[in-house]
């Protein structure tokens, strides 16, 4: 099959090309999908698992799925399995998928994904065929609306007029003013269009009007949009059928494949349009007659698409056949002469006076009426000789003439059709006296080189001295010998001309006499022609649209009748014949398109030559371009760029390439395919080349090109950094042409500042928040620049080897710490004149907590020393000489320190922001440091420490592990006291930072383990661990078998471990199984709520017998069942109910980073509540926990969390002191990312005790800090009057880094109104600041569209005026349970829609779709699978409808669903662990007042509860209502059963679901 696709290597021409097709072709897969449960929004990503491309390939198959398919691909390799599934299957149905492989999808390959996107809708919409899909469509189109004259699939279709036309076709009547229609609004032309074809024809609107009428339209877009009016049994397929069955008068065709294989449909079709075809006979095959006639239907200038061969084939395609059947329809049948309807049969032998003579007409089926027929005889006078006709009435209408000539000579027979004389009229005959003896057939035509065969008939058999001659123009006679037949009666000759005379008449003149004597009807006149002789002249290519002539000389080729049949793309092209001399002619016509038009010119009814005659038409404005090597270059590297001359017909392909010095640039020029280039060069300057391309002589539309050659610019990029400090890029532009530079981080994942240092020179900041290696990519032009990528290993600030070196100049890169510190102390102290206890030569200090001193003789004793970040510190210098003091952080910048006088010297006071090693430097006035400087001083902070898998309970004497990291908390000891140093404790090292601690508790009691970290204690400290003996006595269960059994004397089995309560999604959990020297074997089944967990299950032995290890990486989140066997059977307490969360899934509403600064830190003010919304839908069943503290004194901040929702928490911060501060924030024990967040505590809009303030006090507004329209104004507010007094500043750059021109006006005290306008779509930075300190939140990324986007906004006209409707937000039974609802978003102006399901275990599929003659109406559904709470969330623009969310009950049976309707009663059946439960007590008349009860949680832990009396329709019932408690899952609390004489007995399993508050 052979397919058009896109260049192989070049990118399209424009990026907006790439998002139409992209859009296009998502439209496309989701058309497919849409009776499925898939959709995808994303192309490039939601196919890489190979589930949606699976789906789509068997909806295109027609087949219910793919077998071997995974659902639920957990890792790589099954997804490369699921898509290389689904490219077999396509192979299967001999779809060619061509340098595209599994990993190339899973990998996200954009190109290669619209390349096989396109293989399908070339396949499965368009069908087989070896003909280019293009070709077909065009075939079709053309022959169907060929006024509109459509030569592409692109700028044909902008206006929409041929839109309008082609569904008049498939419809007529349907749009009847297309050809009036105003070309002025394309995309009102093209939306009209469009919506009458989805809503009256049913074609999808797969390409949007706004697309469809943009000069950025593909081919492959417009191709897929347009293939739905010709897929099989679509409207045109159908609206063709109808035209052609209209033109058969007695057969009929139901489609354009099995009809068409033996001839007959076309056969008819041909006859029915004028076509003439021999008889055939029975013996006759499908393929000649299938030949015969396609060559009718050439002579009636309609060209074949496929040949007689390939058209009966069972594999042709149906879109073939239609193109081919189409183009009979919309043309008049050809003028032809009437031989093409009237054969004539005469015998003009022997005719005499007075003999009744005989001639017979034949007439075809279908042409024209019997009167339009006129027969005359005329004698040698001139005077008619009466002659009447006589008609049959069979399908081929016969008439037989009769006439009776009464004088002697030369007749003629004339026979007219409509007044044009027939073909081979006159015909001339002799009457004569008598002559039976012979009779000849007369030859009225004969053709230089062609066998004109002779014959003479006797009717006695008398053939002796008959003589045959023949006289040229000039006059040479020559006598012709005659050959006898095998039966004696005939004598024949073949005359094969060999001269024509053009200076006479060209008729030869034939003589036939036996005995002397002509025989009747001799001599006669034959005209001989030679159809080769015919010269065509100044047939040089043309130009489309404009006409073109070429001369026709016939003056060699004798006289006869004229006649040029001009084609293109099989289609006739109108041409005029102009006779301007008597043997010289000129044809005219005007080209239709590029491309080969082919010239069939007939002499006489004869070819001239046997292949047509071909010009070329050619059109350089439709050579298209494109490639990096038209834009820009790099020196010394080769670029490319590509030509597809494929559209502008034949020519000569020339490319031109010159410096900026007019210096020719050596190219290489290849063709891939199809005319279609590759054009490559290496520039070997700087500077603006130019680049010229020719086609067939002609500059091609924007030719020549200027293309800028550059330089990359120099790139100083660290290979090294600390954990959440600031990295300096420098960037060197100088000698370097102008460009677009562009800087990402982690695949764009890490933010980015820039800075202009000078006019050559640029600064590149960002802030790792992790460990670990950063990927850095500089591009310039969108061309990686030398070196590019470099990898930085981030490390914690504790990693440092050794004093850094003192030079008098700071390093050439100075990275600032996020808040400018104050006045640095580096003058020479003024030491006290009174002399220091020590000896005068010796100059010392004391560096040292005030715990500790360190020896003046030596010095170089002192040991290291650690200081807490934050905290204030101090050393002593004494002495006598001025002494230099000089402080340096981990990042080589110096820290402030104040000095006070002391009676020995003096006091140094400093304290540290930032943790690793410092050193304090200490010079005299020699210039040479004092003895032991400089002083190592390690900041540590203990707040980082984390201690993990602590477990809660214990079993005695069996060994206890947890861990302790001190990776990003600094360096230090760590220190474990287990009951003060009661309890043996081994702390080692598994690797830096990283330590396990084992202990085991010899007793029963609760264990206080104190962690400290260099003596100071760490979050949580002390920790605490219950230790019994071996808890619950885990027997195994009894079997049910006999109710005499005895439970066998069986040691305990103890399970315990973290990982029976809590586990993190895609991380190892694992628990312990002690069976206490039981005999036999453990087996483990974790189920989730939709996959079972891999489980491992390793034996470890030790002195106290052989336990087991589990372990599992649970791949969801939600409530498991872990089912632990012995034996094969459940141990009591199995199965657990491990909690798995996902704490990575908690997120911030919103960005990010519009709650922190450019250096990533929330700004917090003392004494005022900062409220964050944190979304926890997708996190799993957890708590969460935040908890923050003040660096500077560790006083805690008071951090409150209040549930919104059931998917969102509230959480009020309150600071009370300015400074640095840092926020904890865990779900179920996790850190969620960015956690802690450094936050920055001000007290008021000045500078506080060395930290800068932020001023939180300007307000920001307005839409165009978010988004823009391109040449329109966007507009934006800066309220700065609650803060300090300040001016704004505001600077507007774009991806190129170029500064846009901003408009600000004052329009009240310290209000400012901002404006600016964009001149192209894309991404802007809006930097915004107050006294010169950015503002938070900027920089702002700006979005800016064109004029024909939507702008979304985070605000909407009415979310309060949209209505929800239907049974899916109704309680109901699971069986019967129609999950549809509407919800009506008619009157709430413009927004975006957002539809979210939750059920039991977690997100549940919907299926939309937008309905209603506005499209205002949207149709969700959704079908529950499990009883339970579902909860439906539905936003408008970000914020909740009325009423959302919407929580929907679905219960077990019928009388659950009244049992709540009645009492809002919710009680369901549900497998629970210990005793039976119901949610509400029915009680006996009698009981009054109010009772206690106890709700106990699956846990175990136990809740209050009161139970109230309420009233019902039926019984009184006593309801109970109770707080859940948190930290556990919401959705599983179980109520207590209580049996009693006053209560009625109740089912024995039940629970309710909690969803909130």
Known sequence: MAEEEPLPSPPLLQDKWVTIQKNTFTNFVNQQLRETEHQIEELYTELSDGVKLCALVAALQGKPGIRGMKPNPKNRHQMIENVTLALQAAKHDKLKIVNIGAEDIVNGNGKLILGLIWSYILRYQLGKTEIPPKQLMLAWINAVIPECNITNFTTNWNNGRALHALIDYCEPGLSPNWRKMSTSDKQGNCETAMRLAQERLGVPIVVSPQHMASSDLDQNSGMTYLSYFMKLNSCGYKATLRDVNQLLPSSHVTNFTSDWRDGTALTD????????????????????????????????????????????????????????????????????????????????????????????????????????????????????????????????????????????????????????????????????????????????????????????????????????????????????????SSSGRSLSHSFVPDVVDSS???????????????????????????????????????????????????????????????????????????????????????????????????????????????????????????????????????????????????????????????VPVPSTLRELQDKRFEVKYSPAVIGPHSIDVEFDGKRIKHSPFTVNV???????????????????????????????????????????????????????????????????????NNSPIQGSPWYVNITAPVVKTGPPVLTPTPPPVVVEPPTPPPVVVEAPLPLPVQPAPAPSTDIYAVVKPKSVRASAAKPDAVPTQYARVGETRSFDIIGKENVTVKIIDVFGSNVPFTSTPTPKGFAVNYKFKYIGDNWIHLIGENGRPLKGSPFLVCAFDPGLVVVSDLQSHGVINTPSHFKVNTLKAGRGEVTVLVDKGATNCEVYSQSKGDYNVTYTSTSNGVRNIDVLFNNLPVPGSPFQTDFGSPPVPATLQRPETSANYITPAISPISVTGSGLHIAEESKRASFLINPFGQAGQPSVRIEGPHSIAKTNIQPI???????????????????????????????????????????????????????????????????????????????????????????????????????KDVYHYWVDIVASEPGDASIDVEWSGFPIPKSPIRAAVVASARATNGYVARPPQVVLSGFGLESAVVNKVAEFYIDGSQADKGSPGV??????????????????????????????????????????????????????????????SRTSDG???????????????????????????????????????????????????????????????????????????????????????????????????????????????????????????????????????????????????????????????????????????????????????????????????????
């Open 269 to 484: 079709l041909v006859q029915a349009v004028g076509g003439h075809i021999p008889n055939q006979s029975p013996s006759t095959g499908v393929i000649e007659s299938t030949q015969l006639a396609i060559q009718g239907a050439r002579d009636l200038g309609i060209e074949p698409i496929l040949s007689a061969e390939d058209m009966v084939q069972p594999q042709a395609g149906h879109l073939a056949v239609m193109a081919y059947a189409a183009r009979f329809i919309n043309r008049p049948a050809m003028k032809l002469s009437a031989a093409s309807y009237i054969e004539v049969l005469f015998n003009t032998v022997d005719i005499s006076p007075g003999s009744k003579t005989h001639y017979s007409l034949l007439m075809k089926q279908g042409n024209p009426r019997l009167h339009s027929i006129n027969v005359k005889v005329a004698d040698p006078n001139g005077n008619n000789v009466p002659t009447t006709v006589e008609w049959d009435d069979q399908p081929e209408a016969t008439g037989l003439g009769t006439f009776i000539p009464t004088v002697v000579g030369e007749h003629q027979l004339k026979v007219t059709c409509d007044g044009e004389m027939i073909r081979g009229s006159p015909i001339k005959f002799n009457v004569g006296r008598s002559k039976k003896a012979i009779s000849f057939v007369r030859r009225e035509q004969g053709i230089v080189g062609d066998n004109t065969k002779l014959e003479v008939l006797s009717e006695d058999g008398n053939v002796a001295d008959v003589h045959m001659t023949y006289t040229s123009p000039s006059g040479l006679s020559k006598e012709i010998a005659l050959s006898r």
């Open 1291 to 1352: 600077i507007l750059t774009n991806s190129r880094l170029q500064n846009l021109q901003t408009n600000m006006v004052a329009v009240g005290e310290s209000e400012y109104r901002c404006s600016y306008t964009v001149p192209e779509s894309g991404i802007y930075m809006l930097h915004v600041s107050w006294s010169g300190n950015d503002l938070q939140g900027s920089p702002f990324s700006v979005t800016a569209l064109d004029g024909n986007s939507t702008v979304s």
């Open 710 to 780: 550059y330089k990359d610019p120099k790139a100083e990029v660290p290979r090294e950094g600390v954990v959440n400090q600031p990295l300096v890029i420098l960037l060197d532009t100088a000698n370097t042409e102008k460009g677009d530079l562009s800087i990402t981080i982690n695949e764009g994942r890490v933010p980015v500042t820039t800075k202009k240092l000078s006019k050559s020179s640029y600064s590149a900041e960002f802030i790792p928040s992790d460990l670990g290696q950063y990927k850095v990519e500089l591009e310039f």
């Open 1359 to 1557: 979310p309060d005026k949209i209505t929800v409707r239907g049974d899916g937000v109704l309680p109901g039974i699971l069986a019967t349970y129609n999950g549809t609802f509407y919800v009506d978003t008619e009157d709430a102006g413009k927004g975006d829609c957002e539809v979210k399901v939750q059920g039991p275990k977690g997100d549940v599929q919907i299926v939309s779709s937008l309905q209603g003659d506005r499209k205002r109406l949207l149709q969700c559904q959704y079908n529950p699978t499990e009883i339970g709470l579902y909860v439906i969330r539905i936003r408008w623009s970000g914020q909740d409808v009325a009423g959302s969310p919407i929580r929907v009950h679905i219960f077990d049976t019928y009388e659950e669903l009244e049992r709540f309707n009645n009492t809002g009663e919710i009680s369901m059946y549900m497998p629970v662990e210990d005793a039976p439960f119901q949610s509400s007590i029915f009680p006996q008349p009698a009981v009054n007042g109010k009772k206690s009860k106890s709700v106990p949680h699956n846990r175990g832990v136990r809740m209050s509860a009161a139970m109230s009396r309420s009233y019902t329709a039926g019984a009184k019932a006593n309801q109970l209502s109770f707080t859940p408690h948190r930290g556990y899952d919401r959705r599983s609390y179980y109520i207590v059963k209580e049996n009693g004489p006053e209560f009625i007995s109740a089912p024995a399993q039940r629970s309710v679901f909690i969803a909130d508050k």
């Open 1101 to 1203: 032995d030790s002195a106290e017998g052989r336990r087991y290890e589990v372990t599992y990486v649970p791949v969801e989140t939600g409530i498991y069942n872990t089912y632990v066997m012995w034996n094969g059977r459940d141990i009591e307490g199995s199965p657990y109910h491990p909690r798995v969360v996902d704490s990575k899934m908690v997120k911030l509403d919103g960005d990010w980073y519009s709650h922190v600064d450019e250096e990533g830190i929330l700004s917090l003010q003392a004494s005022q509540n900062k409220r964050l919304l944190f979304d926890v839908s997708r996190a799993g069943p957890g708590e969460l926990k935040v908890t923050g503290r003040h660096l500077t004194s560790g006083s805690p901040l008071q951090c409150t969390v209040s549930e």
């Open 504 to 662: 006479s008449s060209g008729e030869w003149k034939v003589s036939v006499l036996q005995n002397g004597e002509h025989a009747s009807g001799s001599p006669y006149t034959m005209n001989v022609i030679k159809p080769q002789a015919v010269k065509l002249c100044n047939l040089e290519g043309g130009l489309i649209g404009q006409p073109f002539s070429f001369t026709v000389d016939t003056s060699e080729a004798g006289k006869a009748e004229l006649q040029c049949l001009i084609t293109f793309s099989g289609q006739a092209v109108p041409s005029t014949i102009e006779r301007t001399g008597e043997d010289t002619y000129h044809v005219k016509f005007t080209p239709s398109g590029p491309g080969t038009h082919l010239i069939r010119p007939m002499y006489g009814g004869k070819d001239v030559r046997a292949e047509p005659y071909k010009v070329e038409i050619t059109d350089s404005n439709l050579v298209l371009t494109d490639g990096p090597g038209l834009k820009q270059a790099k020196i010394n590297e080769s670029t490319t760029f590509w030509v597809d001359a494929s559209q502008a017909g034949p020519g000569q392909l020339n490319v031109h390439i010159k410096d900026a010095g007019g």
